[in-house]
C-alpha cells in the first residue's frame, strides 16, 4: 500500500509581498515543514553576504543542496512550504522538477501585491531596524520578476495585498 505524497507549496511575490507570513500559516498545517531561504542563507554564510549578487549565489548553491532532500520529504509524504522567491520562469522550472520527481501534487501561491504595498512595508521594516533592502535595489530585484502564466501549468492560488 502506498501512502499519499505531501504537496509541494510555492511560493511566489515580490519582494514584502508576504511570501514569509504566508508560509509561517501554511507551515501550521499538520504533516508540514517549512524550509525558508532566508534563515538557511543567514545561518549557512553570516559573514558572507555582501549584497543581492552575494544573496543570489548563496542560493543557487542551497538549492542544490537541498534539492534530494524535498524530493525525498515529499516521496514520504511531508508537505514542503518552500519559502524560496518563485518569481522567475527559471525558478519555477527547478521547483516543478522537484515535485515531478517525487510525483507529488503542489501549489503556487502568487501574491500579487502592487509595488507601492511592498514598498511601504520595506521601509517600514528598516524603519523599524529590521534589514529591508533600499528602493533601488527592489526596482533592480523586481524588475527580473515574472508573474506565472497559465501555459507554466501551476495550480495557482492567488492572493491580493493581504495572504
Known sequence: MSRPKGTLHMLCGKIAAGKSTLSEKLGKAENTVVISEDRWIAQLYP??????????????????????????LLRVGVSVVLDFHANTVRTRRWMRDLFEQAEAPHQLHFLDVPDEVCLARTHARRAAGEHAISAAEFAHVTSFFVAPSPSEGFNVIRYGDSP
Not at 544573496?55 to 525525498?72: I, N
Open 47 to 72: 559573514s558572507e553576504i555582501k549584497g543581492l549578487g552575494d544573496y543570489f549565489g548563496r542560493s543557487e548553491r542551497l538549492r542544490g543542496t537541498l534539492a534530494p532532500h524535498v524530493v525525498d
